[in-house]
């Protein structure tokens, strides 16, 4: 019998915000430059979208300093660009409306500890809630929260996609932690048929540093690569526990001090050519959900991946771009040597051009996205609303990258292929006038399977 004063629900992992709670979540924020006072791009109908919910989140793949004052430097790895944007980014992402950023992805090291550091002093400066870095990994990982009208609501960031030296450690004895990120390790597979893996075990065994006498089960690790088997040649990737169990505990305790909960991850596997998440995410993303997550959101790619409502949350594989701009005055010198540039003849424009070619950033699908609209009621997820947005794919460089609401016939297609991306999670998207709705409701025909928890279509 609960005595009066026990604390007997410390452990519950339910929704706990007033009616009409709104969460909007956009994919990745790569910025070189303050752009809501530019009256000609088109950004104001979508910033009027963002600052009308509660908690506006994005992932910020962008350092924030004063290069002229700056006494970091461009590291040995980065993320595939050196990403940086000067102080007045701060200011102008919060006139946008965002009150929490994702700061766990490949880029945030670009530029180093001091680079970290100082894009955290811009949020803390202006109020904008940020997790996913810190001093050590306690830090990195711990959940950050923001106070709202309707309910106090926690993140949590974390990266599959990461330069290795930007892991974040805890101390150990006398060794001290380590600044960095809260990070998933993931053992990278490449699945192949059974006859194809003994034949990669013949090879290893013929090589001169072959153990004898070692048997790998159902894998062959050859020349650094793990090949397994499976029933077609792909890619598979194996969580590391020890990282699942960190950050599902830090998921339960950030539950434990919030109403609401949104998990973050930012991984670009098995690839940027790749509509359909890797195959661990949907397993994490409920082991999350029944952690006490509110919303699991997903980003990294560069495109839109399906979405899935699973126990009444929404599940962003993917949100895409949604500030995909390029035209950046500073890179270090090691981007150039990769693309065969020279930074005393050539721009960094003209790098950049020759580099998204190269990286075949070229597809209009890398310059759709959606902002996406949770309304929540009775502590349920009532309706999902989304807004398609295109960046400019036609566009110049220097213009290149900015959002703004899609057309209806260009809106339309998003939403065409994001519901076809979205039907092998059972999500039924109804495109009303140019905008895509997801009602969570019986009459809608969605609705949960008690055995599973997981949502489909009876339509």
């Not at 910025?31 to 104001?44: A, V």
């Not at 910020?60 to 004052?69: K, Q, V």
């Not at 450690?169 to 053992?187: H, Q, S, W």
């Not at 790619?301 to 500030?323: A, D, K, V």
């Amino acid at each position: 019998m609960t005595q009066v004063g026990e604390f007997d629900n410390v452990g519950s992992t339910a929704t706990n915000v007033a009616d009409g709670f709104t969460m909007i979540a956009v994919g990745d924020l790569m910025m070189r430059r303050p752009i809501t006072k530019n009256e000609r791009n088109g950004f104001g109908d979508i910033a009027e979208i963002l600052r009308s919910a509660d908690a506006t989140f994005g992932n910020l793949e962008t350092n924030i300093f004063d290069i002229r004052a700056f006494n970091g430097s461009p590291q040995a790895e980065h993320g595939g660009s050196y990403h940086v944007g000067p102080p007045e980014l701060g200011p102008d992402l919060k006139t946008m409306g965002f009150n929490l950023l994702a700061l766990a992805n490949n880029h945030t090291f670009d530029w180093g500890v001091e680079g970290t550091r100082q894009t955290g002093r811009v949020l803390d400066q202006i109020g904008i809630i940020h997790a996913g870095a810190g001093e050590n990994l306690a830090q990195a990982g711990a959940a950050r929260y923001l106070e709202t009208a309707r309910g106090r609501v926690a993140l949590v960031s974390f990266a599959a996609t990461f330069t290795p030296m930007s892991r974040a450690c805890d101390p150990a004895g006398e060794a001290p932690g380590r600044p960095g990120l809260a990070t998933l390790r993931l053992t990278h597979c490449i699945l192949v048929p059974p006859e194809m893996l003994e034949s990669l075990r013949r090879i290893r065994k013929s090589l001169p540093d072959s153990i004898l006498g070692r048997d790998d089960g159902d894998r062959v690790v050859l020349a650094g690569a793990t090949f397994k088997t499976g029933e077609k040649v792909g890619y598979s990737f194996e969580p590391d526990p020890r990282d699942i169990r960190d950050i599902l505990r830090n998921v339960r305790q950030g539950k434990q001090f919030a109403d609401f909960l949104i998990v973050t991850n930012h991984g670009h596997e098995p690839g940027e050519w790749s509509q359909e998440p890797p195959d661990y995410e949907q397993s994490l993303a409920y082991k999350l959900i029944d952690a006490g997550a509110d919303a699991y959101v997903g980003h990294g790619p560069h495109q839109l991946r399906g979405i899935e409502i699973y126990r009444g949350r929404p599940i962003f594989y993917s949100l895409g771009n949604f500030i995909f701009d390029n035209l950046q005055t500073v890179e270090g010198s090691d981007f150039f040597s990769e693309y065969g540039k020279d930074p005393r003849v050539d721009t960094v424009a003209d790098l950049l051009a020759h580099a998204m070619n190269e990286q075949q950033f070229q597809g209009t699908e890398f310059y759709e996205s959606i902002v996406t609209v949770s309304r929540f009621e009775q502590n349920q997820l009532a309706e999902l609303r989304l807004f398609p947005v295109e960046l400019g794919y036609s566009e110049r460089l220097a213009d290149r990258g900015v959002p703004r609401l899609a057309p209806r016939p260009h809106a339309e297609a998003i939403l065409a292929r994001l519901q076809r991306l979205s039907k092998a999670f059972g999500t039924h998207i109804i495109i009303e006038n140019g905008v895509g709705v997801i009602r969570v409701t019986s009459s809608s025909g969605v609705h949960s399977i008690a055995c599973s928890g997981r949502t489909t279509d009876s339509s």
